[in-house]
């Protein structure tokens, strides 16, 4: 009797002590993310103004805004997305959908995408720029680093989207396919569907990692600051200008601190409005 | 609502009228089984079974579990070409041709031999899109027809009245029983020759379970069904013709076929007797 009671009283106390464990590892996870924001607000929220989103910068960044910077980095982002996602996600939906489980072909691709997925991005800037830039003749252009982004896009994009995919219940593919239908059809209206949120918080994270990405574009897109005005000029990256800023320039911390903070905007409005979207797309789907 | 008075309006054994030879019980095969052995990655699941399925009746095939039942069923429709590692021997006759022949249309098959699963599986999509998403695929576009179909499927399965004002709230709402009617609603929207039933009520309550298995009584005659159930009262209830099968070996094998009556009251193997009467399986 008396054991059962004590046993129950250190039951009780393991439990709150992982209570304890789970709170305190969740709060610091916070604090480090509310401490960075903190940081970057306090350092460049007295520089944000909105003539610094609509202005060209001058005397190299120290002054006036990051108007050009800005549309350098979503049309490298736009030309990365437009070209990795429709290859990722067509090849996500072969390996996942029509290659057997466990077939050299499969194995084969995987394991080159496991490998891309670990090549440090700097190598990426080598190969783009021996690539795209010069094989290529693309030269230091836009296109040049968006080209090169897709390609690191590529596994974290088809990993993400497979995994999706293979996560919707096998019985739906049983069940479609007993009512006479198509795998095409199965999958463009069901399989395709269910695994939409993962595909797109997939493409978030992708985005993610593209937007904040220095190396790789370093030698691809280059770093001229002014106002692009066709994908064949260069263009420089806000990851790159901050960190010109910061490296390079004497005095640039403020404008540094304050894209900093434009950054991490996008990625957050990026974020909210990619979740919005895949909840919207599932709801039109169970609606329509 | 009254199990006893839900299931008596069809008759409770189904032998008597069998006996006397209503039309929708001619003896008329629609399916062959000639020597089908089946087996999930060379492991035999399935030894040479030989039987016929009658058209308008209703077939129980029962034995205990691991025997064979659902890889049977999915034989019949081919649904064991999505599994991966499982082979198929022997021959599926339906209106005289192999349904394991190269140029069979496993589509228009599978729109002829319609199927239930044991677990409910309604697609993750509105009530209306889950019965037009299929009739759509096999050609049927037209709004109006789309509707009225739908609606028929939904009234023959006792669905309509529940769900006619929310046919556009998703499907994975309804409880485990209407969710099962609407999977049989979506087969019969088809028009199926053929309803394959994999426990059917097994995950259902015994009220819900009630209504399925009147709803099954009331396909007899239009449709031809084959259902597996591990509830023989159930089987003796419904069943014209049943079928027995056991593991023996390492393979499940048809061990006696006939009459629902004749293996309930008279069967001429011993294994049969004991699982009819409870003593094995
Ligand atoms: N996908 C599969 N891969 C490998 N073996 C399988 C697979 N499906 C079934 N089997 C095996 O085949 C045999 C028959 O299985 P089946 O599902 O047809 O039995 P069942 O009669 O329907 O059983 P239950 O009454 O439990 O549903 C079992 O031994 C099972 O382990
Ligand atoms: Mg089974």
Redesign the pocket.
């Known amino acids: 009797m008396y054991d059962v009671v004590r046993n129950r009283g250190l039951r009780k106390l393991r439990e709150y002590a992982a209570q304890c464990l789970i709170y305190t590892a969740v709060l610091l996870i916070s604090a480090v993310f509310i401490w960075l924001l903190i940081d970057l607000l306090r350092g460049g929220l007295s520089h944000l103004s909105w003539e610094f989103i609509t202005e060209l910068p001058r005397d190299a960044g120290r002054a006036g805004g990051i108007a050009s910077i800005l549309v350098s980095t979503l049309l490298i982002l736009l030309v990365a997305v437009l070209t990795a996602v429709p290859v990722a996600w067509m090849t996500a939906v072969l390996l996942a959908e029509f290659v057997a489980t466990g077939s050299w072909f499969g194995k084969a691709v995987r394991f080159s995408l496991h490998v891309l997925a670990g090549v440090p991005s700097i190598v990426f800037g080598l190969f783009g720029n021996a690539f795209f830039c010069v094989y290529l003749e693309l030269g230091f252009s836009i296109l040049s680093g968006g080209l090169t982004l897709a390609c690191m896009l590529l596994p974290i994009l088809t990993s993400t989207a497979e995994a999706g995919l293979r996560a919707v219940p096998h019985v739906y593919r049983l069940a479609a396919s007993a009512l006479g239908l198509s795998r095409a059809a199965a999958l463009l209206h069901l399989i395709l569907p269910a695994a939409a949120p993962v595909m797109a918080a997939g493409l978030l994270l992708g985005i993610g990692r593209a937007l904040a990405e220095t190396a790789a574009l370093l030698f691809t897109s280059g770093y001229a600051e002014r106002m692009p005005d066709s994908l064949l000029d260069s263009g420089r990256a806000l990851a790159l200008h901050i960190f010109d800023l910061s490296m390079n320039v004497p005095g640039g911390d403020e404008p540094a601190y304050a894209s900093a903070l434009v950054l991490v905007s996008l990625l957050l409005g990026i974020n909210i409005l990619a979740m919005k979207f895949a909840y919207g797309l599932q709801r039109s789907k169970l609606m329509s | 609502m009254n199990i006893e008075q839900e299931v008596g309006k069809c008759d409770p054994f189904t032998l008597g009228p069998l006996e006397a030879g209503p039309a929708c019980c001619d003896p008329l095969p629609v399916i062959q089984v000639k020597d089908l052995s089946l087996r999930?990655?060379g492991?035999p699941?399935l030894e040479k079974v030989s039987l016929d399925i009658y058209e308008g009746c209703i077939t129980a095939l029962i034995?205990p579990?691991?025997?064979?039942?659902?890889?049977l069923l999915s034989a019949i429709n081919r649904l064991t070409d999505l599994?991966p590692?499982?082979s198929v021997n022997g021959r599926i006759l339906m209106q005289g041709r192999n349904i394991y022949d190269r140029d069979e249309n496993v589509q228009a098959l599978r729109r002829q031999v319609g199927m239930v699963f044991?677990k409910p599986t309604p697609f993750p999509l509105s009530i209306r899109r889950n019965l037009s998403l299929s009739l759509h695929e096999h050609g049927i576009t037209r709004k109006t027809e789309v509707a009225d179909i739908s609606e028929q499927a939904l009234r023959d399965v006792g669905l309509w009245d529940e769900v006619c004002d929310r046919m556009d709230s998703a499907a994975l709402n309804l409880s485990g029983g209407q969710q099962q009617r609407l999977c049989i609603a979506r087969a019969l929207a088809l028009q199926p020759q053929i309803l394959l039933m994999d426990?059917p009520c097994s995950a259902l309550d015994p009220i819900a379970s009630g209504v399925v298995e009147d709803l099954i009584c009331r396909l007899r005659g239009r449709y031809t069904v084959v259902i597996?159930t591990?509830n023989l009262a159930q089987a003796r209830r419904i069943a014209n013709y049943a079928a027995f099968?056991w593991v023996s070996g390492h393979a499940?094998q048809l061990i006696e076929f006939g009459r629902c009556q004749k293996i309930f009251e008279s069967p001429r193997h011993e294994l049969t007797a004991a699982y009819v009467n409870g003593v094995r399986g």
Do not use: P
Not at chain 2, 65 to 71: F, M, V
């Open positions: 999930y990655n492991k699941a034995g579990s691991g025997c064979g039942k659902t890889s599994i590692g499982c044991q426990e597996v591990h099968f499940g």
